[in-house]
C-alpha cells in the first residue's frame, strides 16, 4: 500500500449506471487528484482539489463529477458513461513540498459496457 | 500545448546501464520529475529536478538541462525487478495550497532481461 487507497480495484458498469470511486489517504497531504489513464496515451489530469477546493477542473465532461468532502476523501461519481471510458483511474495526493512527488493510488480499473 | 516526448520500449540486460530521455514543451516548467509503474501497480515517484544538473540516489540518477528541455532517467546495475514503465513530467503550473499540476509523458516501457 503507498498510503493512497482506492476502492473499488474493478468497476464493470453499464452506460446507464451510475457508480462511485473511492480515494482515501491518511498521509497528511492536503491537496488531491483524479487523473486517466489509457492505454498508449499519457496520464490525464481530470481533477485537482486544494484544501478541500476543487482548483481544476481539466474539461472533464459533465458524467464524471468529483467531490471532495474532507482533506482525506475524494470520489469520483460516474453517470452515462460511454465505452471510450473504460480506463485506469488514479487518484493521486501531495504536499506542499514539491521534491516529494505525488503519491498514487493502484487505481480502478473500470470497464464500461 | 503540453507535450514531452519519450521512447515507448526500451529492453537492457540485467546487470547493464539504461538511460531513458524525456524531451519536453510546455507552456509552464518548474521541474521535471519520474515515476516508475510496474504492470497492475501504482506509479511511484522516482525524482524530482527543478535545477539544472545531476540527482543520484542510489542505483537511479536524474539529469536535466533546463536550456535544451531535456532530461534523462539513468538505471545503473539492472535488477530484472526494475522491468516496469517509467514516466517523465513535467510540473507546469501552481494550482493552490499544496497542489502542483504535473503533465506526463506517455511512458517508456523497460524490458530488463537475463
Known amino acids: ?113 | 500545448g503540453q507535450s514531452l516526448e519519450q521512447p515507448s520500449e526500451v529492453t537492457a540486460v540485467e546487470g547493464a546501464i539504461v538511460q531513458i530521455n524525456c524531451t519536453y514543451q510546455t507552456s509552464g516548467f518548474y521541474g521535471l520529475s519520474w515515476y516508475q509503474q510496474h504492470d497492475g501497480g501504482a506509479p511511484t515517484f522516482l525524482s524530482y529536478n527543478a535545477l539544472d544538473g545531476l540527482e543520484e540516489t542510489g542505483r537511479f540518477s536524474s539529469f536535466l538541462s533546463r536550456s535544451d528541455s531535456y532530461g534523462y532517467l539513468l538505471l545503473q546495475e539492472l535488477q530484472m525487478k526494475d522491468s516496469a514503465s517509467y514516466f517523465c513530467a513535467v510540473r507546469s503550473g501552481y494550482s493552490g495550497a499544496g497542489s502542483y499540476q504535473l503533465t506526463f509523458g506517455k511512458g517508456t516501457k523497460l524490458s530488463v532481461i537475463p
Not at chain 1, 80 to 87: F, N, V
Open chain 1, 1 to 113: 500500500e503507498t498510503g493512497v487507497t482506492q476502492t473499488p480495484r474493478h468497476l464493470v458498469m453499464g452506460m446507464t449506471n451510475k457508480k462511485s470511486l473511492k480515494c482515501e489517504q491518511h498521509l497528511g497531504h492536503n491537496a488531491m487528484y483524479w487523473y486517466k489513464q489509457s492505454a498508449k496515451k499519457p496520464l490525464e489530469l481530470m481533477f485537482v482539489y486544494s484544501l478541500e477546493e476543487r482548483v481544476e477542473n481539466n474539461s472533464v465532461p459533465s458524467r464524471f463529477s468529483p467531490e471532495c468532502p474532507n482533506s482525506s476523501h475524494l470520489f469520483l461519481h460516474l453517470h452515462t458513461l460511454q465505452p471510450e471510458d473504460s480506463a485506469l483511474y488514479l487518484c493521486a495526493s501531495s504536499q506542499g513540498e514539491v521534491g516529494y512527488g505525488y503519491t498514487f493510488g493502484s487505481g480502478t480499473r473500470l470497464t464500461v459496457v
